[in-house]
């Protein structure tokens, strides 16, 4: 089975700069969890991305942004197929997501001509849309399509599969279920989700559901979890305050959610699984019960509280052992058996109170580049080192030999700025994206938080050469939009304009079109506005005239700033002051009588 993650492209603490270490940070926790494709959702995605997908063997539904037939975007449809059809993670193709008119002629007939634009250019994948209604229209998008995309309709696989046994069909979009990572306690006011796999949204369904109504039918190719890592916006069914959405099996950070380990136990056959769905952090509740759940691949759970056994059950993958359990204190224990063996356990304990942080890199090494990164996270423990999955408290850090690009911590209702020194636990848990300052050396952070010992960490930046690149050129900004006044026998006000509703007797030109001067009138206005870019206008910059033909003198905001004495050709820079909003330059040009004169190459404003 297609055991895939449909994903945007945001990482907390980034956003969708994502560098290129991290695509593979992130393609690699998707494949210990057992997935095995990622689709592009919607529009084509980052060539590093797909570099890393081929890498690591992850197979990718590469999906097309824009559903039209015009030649724009028909080009833009082949732009895709051209830049990856070489790609050997690519195994098929996309051409919209939910679009409107799936159930329709006009529909059917876009569709049909996409599909051949992409067979002309690639032949050898098949192509597939993604449709969440208009199945059983007369004329629709799955009869133009080599493999029928499903977003959502669980309830239809059976029907359509009877009423159309020759198509292959996937579920291009599934799921859509509402956690939010370590919690075990449904709050509407606060926007939080319990972690058990019991909400979902209205069009939805749970993890489990999904998985079982796929799972069980070979007629579906399998799975595109929505999501697989929460994502800015969009966090439904709630709106602001929350910042991003609860559908992901791991959160913005890539920490896991419930949902991780229950996919991972549903996937992974290879090796023994066990996990037990929460901390055991519940003072004040002694006596009350709490909900515990196992996810395995085991045959069956022996569940065990301080010794004592409190249950066991036959395991079902597709819905996962759980437990009402009186809460006390101390130690639970999840023994996983097969063919009457135990094979592996779990164990959680209740902790005592944070007195230390704990910082866990991916890697010991890095590239001393200026360019790898890699995610570190903080998590604060107790006195025996064990990790505290309640602890939610202010940590502050620093750095020498990289920089921290940014900082999360999963929680999809924080506004704290991703960006600076310092980050709440959420949770539990935060993390940092750190990357290496060019050179050989230590790259060492350290976090402290108030009352607790701090952490520190040493990575090694081995040497290495940077990327070959091309230098960056200087900002320039070609100032166009010119018109010239009429002629005059006599030296005429600088600052005179065209009338609003004058189209004629002020001509539009650019650099280049000079015209000769009669014999009695010599002089020309040429007048122009502009607004400077945000950096010059905050610091200034230089007006760049490439060529005047004509004794000139430059105005600029109503004032004289430059003068050129000579007709013959020159070039002219002058100092452009900083200023917000609109400035207004002006030439006024004396030709010599039957000459041309005025501006013979561009004007452009450059950085200092």
């Known amino acids: 089975k297609i055991k895939g993650t449909c994903n945007h492209q945001d990482h907390a603490g980034v956003g969708v700069a994502v560098p290129d270490a991290l695509w593979e940070w992130r393609i690699g926790r998707l494949k210990a969890m057992g997935s095995n494709a990622i689709r592009c959702s919607h529009n084509a995605p980052a060539t590093e991305f797909l570099d890393a997908c081929d890498r690591l063997g992850m197979l990718v539904m590469d999906e097309n942004r824009n559903f039209n037939t015009s030649p724009d975007y028909i080009e833009q449809l082949r732009w895709l197929i051209r830049r990856d059809r070489n790609r050997p993670s690519v195994f098929i193709w996309s051409v919209f997501n939910e679009e409107p008119m799936q159930g329709s002629e006009a529909g059917y007939e876009m569709v049909r001509r996409m599909v051949a634009e992409v067979k002309a250019l690639d032949d050898s994948r098949p192509v597939t849309a993604a449709m969440n209604a208009g199945l059983y229209a007369p004329k629709n998008v799955s009869q133009a399509v080599d493999v029928v995309g499903f977003n959502y309709q669980p309830g239809e696989y059976d029907r359509f599969h009877a009423a159309n046994p020759h198509l292959p069909m996937i579920s291009s979009e599934d799921t859509s279920a509402l956690m939010t990572r370590g919690a075990y306690e449904n709050d509407p006011a606060a926007h939080i989700f319990a972690s058990y796999d019991d909400v979902r949204s209205s069009w939805g369904n749970t993890h489990r559901e999904a998985w079982k109504a796929i799972a069980t039918r070979p007629f579906v190719a399998g799975a595109f979890v929505w999501t697989g890592f929460d994502y800015r916006g969009e966090p439904s069914p709630y709106e602001w305050p929350s910042a991003s959405s609860f559908f992901g099996i791991m959160d913005l950070c890539g920490f896991p959610k419930t949902a991780f380990l229950l996919r991972r136990a549903q996937w992974v056959d290879d090796r023994p699984l066990i996990d037990i769905v929460q901390h055991w952090n519940w003072a004040g509740r002694e006596g009350q019960p709490v909900t515990v759940m196992v996810l395995t691949n085991m045959d069956r759970v022996r569940l065990v509280l301080n010794g004592k056994t409190i249950g066991e059950q036959d395991v079902d993958r597709f819905e996962m052992p759980r437990w009402q359990v009186p809460y006390a204190p101390g130690r639970i224990e999840a023994i996983g058996y097969r063919g009457g063996r135990e094979v592996t356990r779990a164990v959680v304990e209740t902790t005592g109170a944070p007195v230390a942080l704990r910082l866990t890199p991916d890697r010991m090494l890095m590239a001393g580049d200026g360019e790898d990164v890699q995610p570190i996270t903080i998590d604060a423990i107790d006195a025996k080192g064990r990790h505290v999955a309640t602890a939610n408290l202010p940590v502050s850090f620093t750095i020498s030999g990289g920089e921290i690009m940014g900082h999360g911590n999963g929680d999809p209702n924080s506004h704290e700025a991703e960006k600076g020194k310092s980050r709440r636990l959420f949770n539990g848990l935060a993390q940092l994206i750190v990357r290496t300052q060019a050179g050989a050396g230590p790259l060492v952070v350290t976090v402290n938080a108030p009352g607790l010992r701090p952490a520190r960490t040493s990575i090694g930046r081995l040497p290495a050469t940077p990327r070959a690149q091309v230098p960056p050129t200087a900002s320039v ?126 004007v452009a404003v450059a950085d200092h």
């Open 477 to 602: 900004q070609v100032i166009e939009g010119w018109r010239q006044s009429p002629t005059f026998p006599e030296k005429p006000d600088p600052n005179m304009k065209p009338a609003e509703t004058d189209m004629n007797s002020w001509l539009w030109l650019g650099a280049g079109e000079l015209q000769a001067a009669p014999e009695d009138k010599r002089w020309i206005v040429l007048r122009t506005s502009f607004t400077p870019r945000r950096g010059v206008q905050a610091r200034g910059g230089m007006l760049k005239f490439g060529g005047i033909i004509g004794r000139a003198e430059i105005w600029l905001d109503g004032r004289q700033v430059a003068n050129k004495p000579g007709y013959d050709e020159a070039a002219l820079a002058i100092a452009l002051p900083p200023g917000n909003g609109e400035r207004i330059v002006t030439l006024l040009v004396e030709n010599e009588a039957a000459k041309p004169g005025g501006l013979v190459q561009p």
